[in-house]
């Protein structure tokens, strides 16, 4: 059977892409490998996606999930490890299976790079990837962000405004940014300090993370902090798009138009796994316009 699309990734873009695939009666599945939902429901308290003053990650995942069984979107619980677009259909191969599609839509986001220690037993508890949806749990708090160059600056500059103090701790000896006018904004804030050549040893703390132990000049140091950020940058989940054929620049992210058009006529790639901002709206957003424009697509072909 060829399925008119396939969509890789249940986040919140990629479910997005089903609802409209499913109302555009489509024959159209989803293959995802984790969870249906996507990182989202990594988010303590999402307040800034409208309609929701406020509701938690994992319940705001669940409902997206919900929503497009609502419209009956197969999910199938697997792994896709590669796609072959050479010829038409388009095959996506997946560790048990293949499956033949005229058009697909990639929305596979992102993972936080990590710092390596041990901070997956804080994620939640005082440890956070995000300062775009955490920040305000520090309002007038003390935070640390660990990091280097424009992520960790970023970081910086979001969280300067709300946190009593922000100190920056990075194992260079400078900070690098996208844009000078970003070390300005760091340099004029009287709230942040840089620690440069500290190496992260541990996050310290029982039930919530309290701070971090550090190695700066041969000697161990602990800071103690309300909350801390670590702003390493993203990494796009596109390994299995290697020698595709499928442009990415040069970080990994996948290069698409304003329609979310790939390189690559009938490929579409949504949210986060598209670089720039990434938020739930935005994911969203791609998700409508990707299925919108593949809709169009397939209308040409008949
Ligand atoms: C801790 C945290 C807090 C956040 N808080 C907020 C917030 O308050 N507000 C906000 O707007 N945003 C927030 N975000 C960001 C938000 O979660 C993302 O922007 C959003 O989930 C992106 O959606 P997506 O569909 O692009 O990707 P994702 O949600 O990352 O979903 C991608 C899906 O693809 C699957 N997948 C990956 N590779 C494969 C493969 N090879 N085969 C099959 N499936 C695959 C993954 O398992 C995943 O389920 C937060 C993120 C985190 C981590």
Redesign the pocket.
Known sequence: MTYDTII?????????AGIYAMRGKLNAIC???????????????????PGFEEIR?FEL?EKFKNHAEKFKLPIIY????KIEIKEKPFKVI?KNSTYETKTIVI??????KKLGLNEDKF??KGV???T???AFFYLNKEVIVIGRDTPAIMSAINLKDIAKKVTVITDKSELKAAEPIMLDKLKEAKNIEIIYNAKPLEIIGDEKAEGVKILVNEKEEIIKADGIFISLGHIP?T??LKDSGIKLDKKGFIITDKNCKTNIEGIYA?????GG????????G??CVAMANIIKYLQSLK
């Open positions: 890789i990734g249940a986040g919140p873009g990629g479910l997005t293959i995802e490998k984790e969870n249906a939902g996507g990182r989202i429901a990594e988010a303590g308290i999402v307040e800034n996606y990650g995942a697997d792994e896709v490890i997946t929305a596979t986001g992102t993972r936080p994620i939640g956070s990837y995000c775009m949806c955490d989940n390994e299995f949504v949210g986060d796994v598209r901002v990434m938020q739930v709206a935005k994911a969203v791609d998700g």
